[in-house]
């Protein structure tokens, strides 16, 4: 059975995605015990006794860092959701716990790491690398052969040059065009994207 883990806008869409695919919902879990039912799915807290073995479990936060908090804490066997309209090479590799959104394309030799998130209508083409835990937000745009380190956010609409390599953790604003190297950790936006902040 496939679990969520996190009862947020996020989750819905992932489990509308679950639904096309026919994979069954069991449930959700959320921290906030106020959250009861989420689209008519129920949210619990997480269980002790969660049974590992024969469950799966899709980590459905948007937030880069607490998805990797939770999934070294979790220790599962992690799902992956993909959009039956995501078009997606079949020389692509798309790693536990990530979900891609409607309308994607993801490329050949594309390579997606763990607990990603690729949002609605994002494009990720030919041999780009992505670490785990990394956002691809709505509508943005990876031209061919970039590298993306682990947790990096982009921001919706934004468009990455071909062969551009992006260090962990970094964030690129909504609609920035990024036309060189971005080191780890900091903050770029506009175009052509320039630094605002970081390490
Ligand atoms: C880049 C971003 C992370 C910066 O957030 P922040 O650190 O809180 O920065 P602030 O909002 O304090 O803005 C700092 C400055 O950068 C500017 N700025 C912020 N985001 C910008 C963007 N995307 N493009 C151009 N300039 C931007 C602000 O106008 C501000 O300029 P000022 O100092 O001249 O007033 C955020 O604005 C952003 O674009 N996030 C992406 C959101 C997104 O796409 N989410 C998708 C969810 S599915």
């Known amino acids: ?14 489990i509308e995605i679950l639904e096309m695919m026919g994979i069954p919902v069991a449930g959700l879990f959320d921290d906030n015990s106020t959250v009861t039912e989420l689209l008519k799915y ?9 049974e ?3 469950n799966e479990l899709i980590i459905s936060i948007g937030n880069n860092k607490i998805r990797k908090e939770l999934s070294l804490s979790l220790n599962g066997r992690f799902g992956t959701a993909i959009h039956p309209k995501a078009n997606i090479s079949g020389r692509a590799v798309i790693k ?6 409607g309308g994607v394309t993801i490329n050949a ?19 780009c690398v992505l670490g785990d835990y990394v956002h691809i937000s709505p509508n943005a745009v990876l031209c061919g052969n970039i590298t993306v380190g682990e ?10 040059i071909p062969g551009v390599n992006i260090g962990n953790w970094a964030v690129i604003g909504a609609g920035a065009v990024v036309t060189k190297d971005v080191p780890g950790g900091i903050t770029m ?5 320039k630094r605002i902040s970081g390490l």
Do not use: Q, W
């Open 1 to 14: 059975m496939m679990y969520l883990y996190g009862a947020s806008g996020h989750a819905k869409v992932i």
């Open 42 to 50: 129920s949210v619990t807290l997480f269980p002790d006794n969660f």
């Open 52 to 54: 590992r073995e024969n």
């Open 96 to 101: 536990e716990g990530s979900v891609v959104m």
């Open 109 to 127: 030799d594309a390579r997606i790491g763990k607990h990603c998130i690729i949002n609605s209508n994002a494009s990720v083409d030919h041999d």
């Open 151 to 160: 947790g990096v956010h982009i921001g919706a609409g934004a468009i990455v």
């Open 189 to 193: 936006v506009g175009n052509p994207a």
